[in-house]
C-alpha cells in the first residue's frame, strides 16, 4: 500500500509531520500513522502558550484499535490548536496533512528541522 507523503514536509520516525513556514512549524500525523490507528475517537492537545521540546510527547490519539502519544518534531510555543479536532477527530483520518492539522508551534530551534527526515527518508521507512 501506497502513503501520501508530501514533498514539502519533514517526518519524525514516530511518524508526525511539520510544515514550516517562516518561524512557525504546522504539526500533524501522516497518513500511514493515522491507517495505523484506524478510526480515530479522540484527540488531547496542548493548549495555546503550552512549551514544546523537541522529541518528547505533546498529546494522545485515541482510536478504536490505539491509544498512542504524539511527540514534538521541534521545539517551541503552541501559538494555536486545531479546536475541530475536540469535536471532529475523525479529520485526522480525513484530512491528516491539510484539516487534520494539529499544531502550530512559534519554533524556538530552527536546526532541529535540519535534523528531521526528509521526504524520501520517511518514505522508505514506511515502504
Known amino acids: 500500500m501506497s502513503f501520501d507523503v508530501p514533498d514539502d514536509l519533514r517526518y519524525l ?3 508526525e509531520w511539520v510544515r514550516v513556514a517562516g ?9 500511514f500513522a ?4 484506524g478510526d480515530v475517537v ?8 503550552a512549551e514544546l521540546t523537541a522529541g518528547e510527547d505533546f498529546g494522545v490519539v485515541e482510536s478504536i ?17 486545531n479546536d475541530r479536532l475536540r469535536d471532529e477527530p475523525e479529520l485526522l483520518n480525513e484530512d491528516p ?3 487534520g492539522w494539529m499544531l502550530k508551534v512559534a519554533v524556538t530551534e530552527e536546526s532541529e528541522i ?14
Open 65 to 81: 484499535k490505539a491509544v498512542s502519544d504524539v511527540y514534538a518534531p521541534v521545539s517551541g510555543t503552541v501559538t494555536a490548536v
Open 23 to 31: 518561524d512557525t512549524a504546522e504539526v500533524g500525523i501522516t497518513a
Open 34 to 37: 493515522q491507517d495505523e490507528l
Open 114 to 127: 535540519d535534523d528531521l527526515l526528509s521526504p524520501d527518508a520517511y518514505r522508505g521507512q514506511i515502504e
Open 13 to 15: 520516525e514516530s511518524h
Open 97 to 99: 496533512f491539510g484539516d
Open 42 to 49: 479522540f484527540v488531547e492537545l496542548p493548549e495555546e502558550g
